[in-house]
Structures are given as structure tokens and as C-alpha cells.
């Protein structure tokens, strides 16, 4: 008799069944299973054997044996992973389930390790603490870490996205390396080598854990978009630190979430991470003539009429329009200067703590305030006729650059595969002052992506930055190719405010958010915010484990509710 978990939406309970004495050689924890529940089929996974089934209830059989499915050790991670960001241990079980159905799991095969040269760096990282966050430049080959990882024996490799783990595997397999890319050679991993691919492959089979790397563990896309929000950088930490293996926390930016875990952070030396940071010219929008507030500079302008192939970044998502001074060029702020400030009914408004004040700039009293906003396509045509060269405009619906010299586009121009030598952001202020709380760490990830796109400190080399906030702590560091100089000032105002990682975050929305949340007034260990305007509200308790229980304990009311956990947009 065997204990399963269904795959049923809305359904985390566990039922058991009799095993037929045809199947018994096939079950194993994880193996995915046909049952029959409440008159239909459906798969489900083996969570235990040999259960003591309840006296006196019959027992139905498993149907059949589907495939092979995650081992007991990572069933055990997915719950944990569940409990954590408060999601259905199914939906954890599907990510680290093979794509395909696979008959049978391959035995182990120790074989030779790699020919590659082992980093001195890297293998200081691999030695001597559980967690180790290493920081390197934005333009350096993260493949040194891999390499030496994979050296070691059984590694886990997880990187942002599907096409970077490709080319590391095919370079890992031309130096000898047994290699298993995700989620395509799901089954292999298991007979050891190593394991890489985009952020499931926290959760592929492996063979007993020698290495976890995570390169670039301060990218959005490791974590998961849909409840459970797993990150799969906390998902290699705790599933290292259960295989008693180091893991390796890569970035040229490291999170706070990152270096809040981390044993000891490492950084490559100074002369090597200036070179991988392109040169960082910041164009202080406040020094305009008055009332000129157009979108482009007369720098920008000259940059992008001389530049062989540039990028012009202009993110519109999910952006307030913002207003600025006329006059004295500042952004309307609130009177500490803290928050942007919108135009709601002939009035300033602050939307997060509602101070309101007339249409008048704090710093010089000016009235004449304009908006900052234009939109890619216009943007487009104003450039063109600007630099008297064609601007192709891409954005994630379109995204095709036609050869263009200046590409105008979303964050998405820079994540397409163009060559460029000058990234220019328009409009920087918005992600500097985006009102969520890792706006400041997202804007950084931004200059890292276009520092990358450029290759570096090299000869033509540039990122240029519009803003009316030239001396914004990201853009210091930046300019100084030293992320590690925001970290203390981000870690205290995060601190000051209760944001992760000084405590732990939950976004709650859907229509049964507040009668979910209910419960949790009054209570001293946890507070709630909210509803905000679009009916969401936060949570918020001392740690990842204080806030897991708190929302383990709630009932999920009958009206759809959406929790993320370490929300990476609140
Ligand atoms: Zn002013």
C-alpha cells in the first residue's frame, strides 16, 4: 500500500492505494502513477511506501505506472519548497517531474572528470564555507565556475535561461564533461556528471551532490512566476546545504537576498571587475535649459548620430507618468523628497501615503510642471529625425532590429541578440524611483544587462544614462564598476522600512484576499498592509519561516486568492 498525491488543481491532500503485485518492482518514492479518484484518472505521485493504510476503508489499485519520477530527496525539497512559498506541493512535483515519460532511471557511471583548467578563484569559492556569493564584472566568463564545479564531480549548474545553459553545456561537453542540459536530458542527471539548465534544474535528478552553482542568482527569471514564486537560488542553497555541498552564489551584482544567505562573499580583483563594466556616463537632466523636458539630450542626440550600433532603452511597463519641473528641472516629489508625486484632480498626489499638496514644485515653487512621457514608436520617429539615420523600434511584440544602426526598444532591446557599442537609457528615473521595493536592485540589473551587451570596458564602449537623479546610489556604483558600494545603503533603508531581507514579504491578491487575510488582525508577529487601490494586500513576518507557517495556518477562502511569496514586483 502506497501513499500518492494527486495532480488535481485545488486538491493538496494525500490518499493511499494498494499496489498490484505486477507494478511492485516499478514503485518508488516519486514515481509518477494513474489513479482513479472521485470517478476520473489521474496522475499522482508515490510520496510513500508501506503505509499502514486506515482499518476498515477498501482500497482501490494504482492503475499503472506512468515514469520515472523525482527521487525521494527532491519529493522532500518540493515540499519544503511548498511550505516556503506557500504553494501546492504538486505544483512543485510538475517542475521537477521529467517532461516526457521515462521508463526506467539509469544506473550510476562514475566516469573522468572534464579536461579543463581549474580556477584558483573558483576553487577558493568551492572550499570552506556552505554558501559563497563571488562577485564578478557584468562582461566576465561566468564558464570558470562551471568548469571547476563540474571538476569536482556531481554538480548542479543553474543559470537565467534555457539558451546560456545550451552553450555552457556544449562547451562543459567539448572539454570531456559527462553533461546533462535541461529539461531535455531530465532521466541522465541521475547517473552522475553534470546537471544544468535554467531554473528547474534546481529540482533535476543528480547524482550524490559534489557542487550547486548559481550563475547570475540576482536575475528575475530564476524565479518562478506562478504560485509557488520559488527562487531557485534559495532552492540550490537549502538543496545543497541537505547534500552537504557547497553552493556558489555568481553575480556581478549580488542580491541582498543572495549576500543575506551567503557565509562570505568573494569579489574577483579590482583591475578585473572595472573591466568588465562598460564606462558609465550619467547626463544630469536638470541641467536643461528651463522647459525643455524633451526625451533626448543634446549628449544623447550627439552619441547616437556617432555610434556604429547603439541601443536606446526606453521601459514604458507599468510606469506612472511622472512630472517634473519646468523651472528648476527636479522631479515632483513629497516634501521629504522620498516618493514621486502624480497629478490626480488638479492636485499633487503622493499614491502610497496620500500627501497632497497643490500643482506647485517643492524645491523652487514653480508651477509649470510637465509630463515626462513619450511613448517607443513617437519616440522612434523624433529620434530619426533627430540623428538623420533610421531607428528601428523594438520592443517584446516586435523584435527585429532590420540591421538598423539605432535600435530603439523596451528593456526587451536588451535581451535580444544584438551587437552594440552604446546602450543609452532615456529614462532612467523610472526604474530608480519604480515604487517597489527592489526597484533600486532591478535598475542595477539593468546597467549589468547593457554593460554585457557591450562587452566591457573595451575601446567605444558605453552605457549612457539620462536622469534627474544623478547622485542615486545605483548610479554611483555603477560609475565606480563597484556594485558592492550600494549594498550597505539599500540594506538600510530596506531595513528601515521592513522590506526582505531584514523581514520576509507575501503578496496577497484575487478576489478573496481580504476575507484570506482576515484573520491575521490583531495578531503582534505579523503585520498586514493594505488593500491598495487594486484590492492586494502585503504581509509581512520576521523570516521565511515565521511567514510560511503564518500562511500555512490560513484558510483558503471560496473566492480565488493569490499568494506570492518574496513577490519580486510589490
Ligand atoms: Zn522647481
Not at 498490484?20 to 476520473?40: F, K, Q, S, W
Not at 517542475?95 to 581549474?118: E, L, N, Y
Not at 562570505?264 to 522647459?291: C, F, K, N, Q
Amino acid at each position: 500500500v502506497v501513499r500518492v498525491l494527486p495532480e488535481v488543481s485545488g486538491l493538496a491532500k494525500e490518499f493511499d492505494y494498494r499496489v498490484p503485485a505486477r507494478l511492485a518492482d516499478g514503485v518508488d518514492i516519486g514515481t509518477l502513477v494513474r489513479v482513479e479518484l472521485h470517478g476520473r484518472r489521474v496522475a499522482a505521485w508515490v510520496t510513500a511506501l508501506d503505509v499502514e493504510p486506515p482499518a476498515g476503508v477498501p482500497l482501490r489499485s494504482v492503475t499503472r505506472i506512468s515514469s520515472v519520477g523525482p527521487s525521494a530527496e527532491v519529493v522532500d525539497l518540493s515540499r519544503w519548497v511548498a511550505h516556503r512559498w506557500a504553494g501546492r506541493p504538486a505544483a512543485v512535483l510538475r517542475s521537477a517531474s521529467p517532461p516526457r515519460a521515462v521508463p526506467s532511471r539509469p544506473p550510476p557511471r562514475p566516469g573522468p572528470g572534464p579536461a579543463v583548467d581549474v580556477d584558483e578563484l573558483a576553487s577558493r569559492a568551492l572550499d570552506g564555507a556552505p554558501v559563497t556569493v563571488v562577485r564578478v564584472g557584468p562582461a566576465d566568463d561566468q564558464f570558470r565556475f562551471v568548469a571547476t564545479a563540474a571538476a569536482r564531480g556531481n554538480a548542479l549548474v543553474v543559470c537565467p535561461s534555457v539558451g546560456r545553459a545550451r552553450w555552457l553545456a556544449g562547451r562543459l561537453g567539448r572539454a570531456g564533461a559527462r553533461v546533462h542540459l535541461q529539461p531535455g536530458a531530465w532521466a541522465g542527471g541521475a547517473s552522475g556528471g553534470t546537471v544544468i539548465g535554467a531554473r528547474s534544474a534546481v529540482l533535476a535528478p543528480t547524482g550524490p551532490l559534489d557542487a550547486v552553482v548559481v550563475l547570475d542568482e540576482h536575475d528575475e527569471s530564476l524565479q518562478e512566476e506562478r504560485n509557488p514564486t520559488w527562487h531557485a537560488r534559495d532552492v540550490a542553497i537549502e538543496r545543497a546545504r541537505r547534500a552537504g555541498a557547497p553552493c556558489l552564489l555568481v553575480s556581478p551584482a549580488p542580491s541582498l537576498a543572495g549576500l543575506a544567505a551567503a557565509d562570505r562573499v568573494l569579489t574577483v580583483s579590482r583591475s578585473d571587475e572595472r573591466r568588465g563594466w562598460a564606462p558609465v556616463e550619467v547626463i544630469d537632466r536638470r541641467d536643461d535649459e528651463p522647459g525643455r523636458t524633451g526625451l533626448f539630450s543634446d549628449r544623447v542626440a550627439e552619441v547616437l548620430r556617432s555610434a556604429d550600433r547603439a541601443v536606446a532603452v526606453l521601459n514604458r511597463k507599468g510606469r506612472a507618468a511622472m512630472l517634473a519641473c519646468a523651472s528648476c528641472g527636479e522631479l515632483v516629489r513629497t516634501e521629504d523628497g522620498s516618493r514621486l508625486m502624480v497629478e490626480r484632480d488638479g492636485c499633487l498626489v503622493a499614491p502610497e501615503t496620500g500627501e497632497t499638496r497643490p500643482l506647485v514644485c517643492a524645491v523652487c515653487t514653480g508651477t509649470t510642471l510637465r509630463r515626462l512621457r513619450l511613448g517607443v514608436t513617437r519616440a522612434a520617429e523624433e529620434l530619426t529625425h533627430l540623428v538623420g539615420r533610421p531607428v528601428a523600434e523594438l520592443t517584446s511584440a516586435r523584435g527585429d532590429s532590420g540591421g538598423a544602426a539605432v535600435v530603439l526598444g523596451t528593456e526587451a532591446a536588451l535581451h535580444a541578440d544584438l551587437a552594440a557599442d552604446v546602450v543609452v537609457f532615456l529614462d532612467f528615473d523610472q526604474e530608480l524611483h519604480a515604487a517597489r521595493y527592489r526597484a533600486a536592485e532591478q535598475a542595477m540589473a539593468l546597467l549589468v544587462r547593457a554593460s554585457r551587451l557591450v562587452g566591457g570596458r573595451r575601446p567605444g564602449a558605453r552605457i549612457v544614462v539620462q536622469t534627474r537623479s544623478p547622485g542615486h546610489r545605483v548610479l554611483r556604483a555603477a560609475v565606480a564598476a563597484d556594485p558592492g558600494r550600494m549594498v550597505d545603503e539599500e540594506l538600510g533603508l530596506r531595513t528601515g522600512l521592513g522590506f526582505p531581507p531584514a523581514r520576509a514579504l507575501a503578496e496577497i491578491g484575487g478576489p478573496g484576499s481580504g476575507p484570506f487575510v482576515e484573520p491575521l488582525a490583531g495578531r503582534l508577529d505579523v503585520d498586514v498592509l493594505g488593500p491598495r487601490p487594486d484590492g492586494r494586500y502585503l504581509v509581512r513576518a520576521a523570516d521565511p519561516d515565521a511567514l510560511a507557517d503564518v500562511l500555512a495556518g490560513l484558510e483558503r477562502p471560496r473566492e480565488r486568492v493569490r499568494v506570492a511569496v518574496d513577490p519580486p514586483r510589490a
